[in-house]
């Protein structure tokens, strides 16, 4: 790879001032030579954005440059801001000790309370980043000091080979002066000298840029990010510095946008193929696409809160991208350029007050579920070959329009079904399991074809030409691990859905997320799964029918491997009776039930040749197709190189 240099000149003296000459270099990113006057960044090339060779102007600084800092340049913390360019703000000393309860300290920063003062937040950004846990050796300002001598010394101008860990990515200049950029190019430089384990890190120039904002020197704010980069908390997690773990957020953040965000998913699944690369573009939403004032805001919670509160400011950005292009969506030529727009034009439809307060109104999952969400996305990508030094490369999904073969479904229908599945899986090909024109009617075949694969997905065609069916997250092998007992089992994941004549998904009644509702409203306890007895001969599933059987099972929301543990996920829904909210999928000698309370989404005989749909609790589905039907043609498909059971 032809990597390109930056130009960096020396630290400019602020007092005796310089004069910039320019000079030009090819690359695919492009540093930002301005920043408008609402303090949006010109956003260059962001990851998955456009991508090709540019020529980009760089600053070679001579000794009679002259910096416009504005009234404020004598302000401790603002040497490298254009005052010009930044949003109305207090530049008074603030004197007054910042708390160290760190839940007073969260909710000020919500408050935003040091938003208006520019110092105020100067000193809580270093106050916070003080007391974040960090690996005991961590680079300092001395250190800074010290290479940045070596790197750079008393040279006019030096020149440095562009960071690696910023491929695809840019330098947002937000409100920063000239001087300003070169200190950010500096930092990144140094950055990687003390840290050449990180291989791939796109959103760490916009953290940096952030910083410096509010940084009385690049030594400070080297430091600070060099403390968010080495944090060791176990509960608390800042930067991704591979592309493995990058891509595994962008996986989750997925997971999380069909969970949230139903109607933007599915337009992004009819108006852009690669739903991957859309997604693998939130967290540059929300580094380098946002307003300055917006994105100072998500920083002041994000260094208090770390990840988990990006994927809730992304939700939102997604949930309002889709309504604002209600009455134009036939007009969207470039979806992601599209959505790149909207975030740089927030302001027009949110004011960062409501935009926050929508962000925190999300029952996102907790910490430890993301967490355990990450963690097996990122299984998933290392079993597609994704390696910790493996650079930067394109994610599909995974379904071959001219090799697909099925004879339910065409290749177009089952892309529907893989954009509903999650990331984890979508990654991989379908692998046809089982059929009916090849291995017969018997549903003892189908169980000795599929057992030991996890995840399934299964497709029936009527008589009548209706096709529909479900995502099945667990082995059918569990069916016999309740001591002979029929039982329900499967996790939160799964889901029932049409193909024809219309297309929709029913998910797990429980995964529809609740907005705004109080804690008084919404119970506290967690759902406990139980395993109940259903009649299978007799498809009756409602809660009164419904006995417990011996042990519990655990019915969490992931589908994981499992020797893992898998987390309580989601508080019940007040209207949903406990019984029928795990009642996912059940098979015996007789037949199969996926759904039950109050009916069944699902009944299928041991014959494979007829069926039933009804309404049900656990999907809150209406019928699939005509109630009671006959199979024309039944498919079961895995997932190839997924997961599978090793208990």
């Known amino acids: 790879m032809n990597i390109p240099e930056i130009n960096i000149p020396d630290v400019p003296n602020i007092a005796g001032g310089m004069r910039a ?15 408008s006057t609402d303090g949006t960044p010109n956003l260059g090339i962001l990851p998955g954005f456009r991508r090709h060779s540019i020529s980009i102007p760089m600053l070679v600084i001579s000794d009679s440059d002259h910096y416009d800092l504005g009234t404020s340049s004598g302000l401790k913390y603002g040497k490298f801001v254009d005052w010009d360019k930044m949003p109305a703000a207090s530049s008074e000393s603030y004197t007054e000790p910042l708390p160290s309860d760190p839940k007073i300290l969260k909710s000020m920063a919500r408050a935003g309370c040091w938003s208006k003062n520019h110092t105020l937040r100067a000193k ?61 190019k500096k930092v990144l430089v140094c950055i990687e000298n003390q840290f050449p384990d990180i291989t ?21 704010c080297f430091q600070n990010a060099c403390r968010l ?37 599915k337009l992004i699944g009819t108006t852009d193929h690669n739903l991957f690369s859309v997604y693998s573009d939130w967290m540059m939403w929300l580094f380098g696409g946002l307003p300055f004032e917006y994105a100072t805001r998500v920083f002041d919670v994000y260094l208090l809160e770390g990840v988990k509160v990006l994927y809730r400011v992304a939700l939102v ?3 309002h991208y889709r309504v604002s292009v209600t009455s134009r969506e036939s007009e969207i030529t470039d979806l992601r350029q599209d959505i790149q727009s909207f975030v740089a034009s927030i302001a027009h439809h949110l004011t960062v007050d ?38 930067r490369q394109s994610m599909h999904m995974a379904i071959d329009l001219q090799s697909f073969s099925s004879g339910i479904v065409t290749a177009q229908e089952m892309r529907i079904i893989w954009s509903w599945i999650p990331e984890r899986f979508a990654l991989f090909h379908p692998t046809l399991l089982f059929t009916t024109s090849e291995h017969g009617y018997s549903l003892q075949t189908l169980y000795s074809r599929v057992e030991g694969y996890e995840p399934t997905v299964l497709l029936f065609k009527t008589l009548d030409e209706e096709v529909s069916g479900a995502f099945l997250s667990s082995d059918w092998s569990e069916r016999n691990k309740n001591r002979g007992k029929d039982s329900f089992f499967g996790t939160g994941e799964c889901f029932v859905f049409t193909l024809r004549p219309e297309i929709e998904r029913y998910e797990w009644m429980t995964a529809h997320p609740v907005e705004s509702v109080s804690e008084e409203e919404f119970p506290k306890a ?69 759904g039950g309370g109050g009916g069944q989404a699902l009944y299928i005989d041991g014959d494979l040749h007829r069926g039933s749909t009804q309404h049900c609790d656990t999907f809150s589905n209406p019928p699939l197709c005509k109630e009671s039907f006959q199979i024309q043609l039944l498919e079961v498909w895995g997932i190839h190189n997924s997961v599978q059971n090793t208990v």
């Open 354 to 391: 409501k935009f926050l307060e929508k962000a925190f109104s999300i029952r996102l999952f907790s910490g430890k579920e993301i967490s355990l969400l990450h963690i097996a996305n990122r299984k998933a990508l290392a079993q597609k070959g994704i390696t910790l030094t493996q650079r």
């Open 229 to 265: 980069i080495a944090c060791n908390d176990p509960d608390m997690h800042y930067i991704d510095q591979t592309f493995l773990a990058y891509q595994s957020s962008c996986m989750t953040f997925g997971d999380l946008a069909k969970k949230y965000c139903h109607g933007a998913h």
């Open 526 to 594: 967690r759902l406990r799964s139980r395993s109940f007895t259903p009649s299978v001969s007799r498809p009756d599933t409602s809660a009164s029918s419904l006995s417990t059987a011996g042990t519990s099972q655990d019915s969490s929301f992931l589908t994981v491997p499992h020797a893992e543990p898998r987390p309580a996920h989601f508080r019940s829904v007040p209207h949903l009776p406990t019984k029928t909210a795990s009642m996912f999928m059940a098979g015996s000698r007789e037949g199969i039930i996926i």
């Open 317 to 319: 950005l997604l949930k």
């Open 21 to 35: 000459r320019s000079a030009t270099f090819t690359a695919r990113q492009r540093s930002n030579s301005s920043c």
């Open 200 to 220: 791939y890190c796109p959103i760490l120039p916009a953290i940096v840029s952030l910083l410096l904002h509010y940084s009385e020197d690049e030594a400070e």
């Open 124 to 184: 809580a950004y270093n106050h916070i980043i003080r007391s974040i846990r960090c690996r005991a050796v961590t680079p300092d300002g001395a250190v800074y000091r010290d290479i940045s001598g070596k790197l750079f010394g008393q040279k006019k101008v030096s020149t440095h080979p562009f960071p690696q860990f910023m491929e695809g990515s840019q330098i947002p200049m937000y409100c920063l002066n000239k001087g300003g950029l070169n200190a950010v």
